[in-house]
């Protein structure tokens, strides 16, 4: 099996970032939340390779810190998104009926507000809690996952193979795993990898506007935020979690658009 430039240079960049995220800590001991005034503003060097904030606070061990944030919550949202819906969907496709009706329409409700509208309000009944910033961004996620896999099995749950299966008597899980698992597989690894690239955005456009997360507490959007007002004292600060949501994002798109092919 070969592997195409695109997807090669999407997995390299993916990796460095996921090192960069999970790997530093082992090498690199600095706290991401402690201040030395005297260092505001500094430039990088030789000992701070990234400088350091506005309160003095080293970039290196905040930015890796904001990335495995980001990485872990949208990871969260995206692994309950895709239970929720591939099972929602499994039950549609095969049993249909008042069931198949009862979970399109939760669907339609989760998609009757805007998604970001619907994370805000139920951010707004806890305001810090990250766990409503999960729960919105899963509930707009699922939506994606419960319909694909029902548009995805219902063809197949009224194949002959299928039905042959499910006279013959054999287990829900051997028809599962025989029929409906190799179509479904594909299709899966492509929308989780766009989810993936979405609920990161969502995190950081959230953090941007102080939505979940709370200073000090680093995380890309929130960064940004932080970092604004010093883009033209210090662009060079500013420009750090820019590209680290850059280099993200168009590593997992690099991957999304390898396997749509």
Same mark, same amino acid.
């Given at each position: 099996m070969t592997i195409s430039f695109s997807r090669l240079i999407g997995l390299l960049l993916l990796c460095l970032l996921l090192g960069f995220a999970f790997l530093l800590p082992l090498i690199h001991h600095g706290d991401p939340l402690e201040q030395d005034l005297l260092q505001m503003l500094h430039t990088p060097s030789g000992g701070n390779l990234l400088g350091f904030d506005h309160l003095g606070r080293d970039m290196l061990p905040r930015l890796s810190a904001a990335l495995r944030l980001s990485l872990g919550l949208a990871a969260l949202c995206v692994m309950s998104a895709l239970l929720a819906g591939v099972l929602a969907g499994v039950f549609s496709a095969l049993y249909g009926g &008042? #069931? *198949? $009706?009862?979970?399109?329409? #939760? %669907? *339609?409700?989760?998609?009757?507000?805007?998604?970001?509208?619907?994370?805000?309000?139920?951010?707004?009944?806890?305001? *810090?809690?990250?766990?409503?910033? &999960?729960?919105?961004?899963?509930?707009?996620?699922? =939506?994606?996952?419960? $319909? =694909?896999?029902?548009?995805?099995?219902?063809?197949?749950?009224?194949?002959?193979?299928?039905?042959?299966?499910?006279?013959? %008597?054999?287990?829900?899980?051997?028809?599962? $795993?025989?029929?409906? &698992?190799?179509?479904?597989?594909?299709?899966?690894?492509?929308?989780? #990898?766009?989810?993936?690239?979405?609920? @990161?955005?969502?995190?950081?456009?959230?953090?941007? @506007?102080?939505?979940? =997360?709370?200073?000090?507490?680093?995380?890309? %959007?929130?960064?940004?935020?932080?970092?604004?007002?010093?883009? &033209?004292?210090?662009?060079?600060?500013?420009?750090?979690?820019?590209?680290?949501?850059?280099?993200?994002?168009?590593?997992l798109n690099l991957l999304v658009k390898e396997d749509r092919k």
């Open positions: &008042w #069931l *198949d $009706r009862l979970l399109s329409m #939760l %669907g *339609d409700m989760c998609l009757a507000l805007p998604g970001l509208l619907l994370v805000l309000l139920l951010a707004a009944i806890a305001p *810090d809690s990250p766990g409503m910033l &999960w729960l919105g961004i899963s509930l707009v996620l699922w =939506v994606e996952f419960f $319909r =694909v896999t029902r548009a995805t099995l219902r063809p197949i749950v009224q194949a002959p193979g299928m039905q042959a299966s499910k006279l013959l %008597g054999f287990s829900a899980f051997y028809r599962f $795993r025989r029929h409906l &698992w190799p179509a479904l597989a594909p299709v899966l690894t492509t929308l989780t #990898l766009f989810s993936f690239s979405s609920a @990161i955005m969502a995190v950081s456009a959230l953090g941007f @506007i102080s939505v979940g =997360v709370r200073p000090p507490t680093p995380e890309l %959007g929130l960064m940004m935020t932080e970092l604004l007002p010093f883009a &033209w004292e210090a662009p060079w600060l500013l420009m750090q979690p820019v590209i680290a949501l850059f280099l993200l994002l168009i590593s």
